[in-house]
């Protein structure tokens, strides 16, 4: 597949150099797959959602990543969206404590 988004991956490790191995690891196995279904992404990542083509989220673990990406299987493109520390994401959840409200 190509892979786009090389330069979100630099930026991200630069900021969390800690995750390098697991993401390296991960883009490579994604420019080496030639994946032609959502179907076959599940066989071979145990943690992606699938249910919201074109999007398709990845749950890393041990190194606890989310990795969010849009995915063309007709043209082999897939493309980062998001990569974030799990923990990160939580965080950043609106709950209805930290909700501004306009009345």
Do not use: C
Not at 18 to 33: K, L, Q
Not at 76 to 97: D, F, H, K, T, V
């Amino acid at each position: 597949m190509r892979f786009v988004g090389q330069v979100e991956v630099v930026a991200f490790l630069g900021q969390w150099p800690a995750y390098g191995d697991t993401v390296r690891a991960w883009v490579s196995e994604i420019r080496h797959g030639n994946w032609r279904s959502a179907a076959e992404f599940t066989v071979d990542f145990k943690n992606v959602d699938v249910s919201n083509l074109p999007a398709l989220v990845f749950y890393l673990a041990p190194g606890g990543l989310r990795i969010d990406t849009l995915i063309n299987f007709r043209t082999g493109i897939i493309m980062l969206m998001a990569i974030e520390p799990i923990a990160a994401s939580r965080s950043n959840q609106l709950q209805p404590w930290n909700t501004q409200r306009d009345y």
